[in-house]
């Protein structure tokens, strides 16, 4: 095909027209090819979970809808035109060496809410809106994306028994998303510091209907404040440095309206300190609740090093944007 300035492209559009190609297949090849060079510890395959928005102006735009500015202030919400997007990015540890860890984008699908229907839609076309917008929720549409990934996990050779640990921040630690996960998926999921959290009942001499959730537990924050659980360290590696974390663990804990009955760990890392110049002030960042999933034969250390590659995915979010083009659609 000719990339000559001024020729009539009209041929070629009506060339590759002729048959759609889908995009799912191409990056199922990507993800089969990537795992060859990734060496996680206890047969892992880690992927990062996250969405962006790309700001557009025009009204006509098929996916275009008012969202929530990402870049607005905490305190001070604004709302932008633009289309949203979900993707899943696969961490490679070639050599199994944390420094040389990258992601790469093994799913990319259009997120955008459902069109809400004008006030003289009918009453049919409000219940269709209704059931699309149920549909095209965050963690709805996360869901699939973990199945197509499982999906394409278990065609490959000696990789049928391998578990899936998905990484992701506090917008998919909910029950859409971690409710009746399958037992093959990991989670470690950033999550509140004022969650209510309960212990498992663990009677065996316990008469008429068993119960599940046992007392209730401090507040994630009110955790990490309390002396009486110890900090550990860990040698974590993250933005291109090792670094001796502290952080607690609290397991197994109940989570009533997110994950039910099954149980989980919480991992509380303490604010890691930073300086802005080589002489600045010392100043900490923020500390973080990590919700893991519970098991026994995965050493807490990998979900927290799992977690600190996070940032990985919105590497991605920006070449995509900035390099790739991604909304532009010539």
């Known amino acids: 095909m000719s990339l000559e300035c001024g020729k009539d492209w009209s041929a070629d559009y009506a060339f590759f027209s002729k048959r759609l190609w889908d995009p799912k297949k191409l990056f199922g090849a990507f993800f089969k090819e990537a795992l060859r060079y990734s060496q ?7 992927c990062v979970l996250d969405d962006t928005i790309r700001k557009k102006s025009g009204l006509h735009i ?50 955008s809410p459902a069109k809400k229907p004008g006030r003289r839609a009918s009453e049919k076309t409000h ?19 973990v199945d197509l990934l499982l999906k394409w996990l278990k065609e490959i050779p000696g990789k049928e028994s391998s578990r899936l640990l998905i990484v992701t921040d506090g917008g998919y630690c909910n029950r859409t998303f971690l409710g009746d ?11 509140r510091k004022d969650l209510r959290l309960y212990s498992p009942v663990t009677d065996p001499n316990a008469h008429g209907r068993p119960r599940i959730y046992g007392e209730r537990l401090p507040t994630p924050e009110e955790m990490r404040r309390s002396e009486e659980i110890p900090w550990r360290t860990a040698r974590i590696f993250g933005a291109g440095a090792w ?24 991992i509380i890392v303490a604010p890691l300190r930073y300086r802005k110049t080589k002489h600045g002030k010392l100043l ?10 519970y098991v026994e034969d995965v050493p807490v250390e990998v979900f927290l090093q799992a977690y600190f590659f996070r940032p990985e995915i919105e590497l991605n979010n920006r070449d995509e944007k900035t390099l790739m083009g991604l909304g532009e659609a010539q």
């Not at 996680?40 to 880690?46: A, F, I, K, R, T």
């Not at 008012?66 to 709302?79: I, K, Q, W």
């Not at 699309?132 to 994306?145: I, P, S, Y």
């Not at 996960?181 to 999550?191: G, I």
């Open 127 to 145: 219940q269709a809106y209704k059931k699309e917008q149920m549909e095209r929720r965050l963690g709805v549409l996360a869901r699939q994306g």
């Open 181 to 191: 996960l399958p037992e093959e998926v990991l989670v470690v999921a950033r999550t």
């Open 243 to 266: 670094h001796d974390v502290r952080f607690k663990v609290v397991g197994p804990v109940l989570w009533k309206t997110g994950t039910g009955a099954r149980p989980w760990f919480l």
């Open 40 to 46: 996680w510890p206890h047969d892992l395959v880690v």
């Open 284 to 293: 900490y960042r923020q500390p973080a609740y990590l919700l893991c999933s």
């Open 62 to 111: 098929p996916a275009v809808r008012t969202l929530r500015d990402t870049a607005s202030l905490p305190f001070h919400v604004n709302l932008t035109r633009a289309i949203r997007f979900i993707q899943f990015t696969l961490l490679v540890r070639p050599a199994g060496l944390y420094e040389a860890v990258r992601g790469i984008p093994v799913w990319f699908q259009e997120a």
